[in-house]
């Protein structure tokens, strides 16, 4: 896992480019007041985010969870998902949905295939 940088970035056909991110935990902000124990409990657990970010022409993002044996080969697939336009259903994950900002707020959906 690389601190703060894309595990892989992508260019999809209509031209968005997609980031995708591997990490433990939610991001900080959203757990301002997390206790020690909770934070070594998070970093204990054995499950992965896998999120895939675009930002331009708006925000976009999907979420998928894994564990440290399948990362390498979902962050893969979600990478060749992402070329073809899709939202990839790699073996090893279970997607958690999609969130889009329309106007000011964001949209949550959770797509099934």
């Known amino acids: 896992m690389r601190f703060l940088r894309p595990a892989r970035k992508v260019t999809d056909p209509d031209g968005r480019v997609w ?3 591997v990490s433990r935990l939610e991001t900080m902000w959203r757990f301002p007041r997390m206790s020690a124990l909770l934070q070594r409990t998070v970093l204990r657990s054995r499950q992965l985010r896998v999120e895939a970010v675009t930002f331009h022409p708006w925000p976009e993002s999907h979420l998928w969870l894994t564990t440290k044996d399948h990362v390498a080969r979902v ?5 060749v998902g992402l070329l073809a336009g899709e939202v ?3 073996l090893g994950a279970e997607f958690k ?3 889009e900002r329309v106007a000011m707020s964001f949209r ?3 797509r099934s295939g």
């Open 97 to 99: 949905g999609s969130r």
């Open 108 to 110: 949550a959906s959770n």
């Open 19 to 21: 980031e995708v991110y």
């Open 75 to 79: 962050v893969e697939q979600i990478a």
């Open 88 to 90: 990839a259903r790699p």
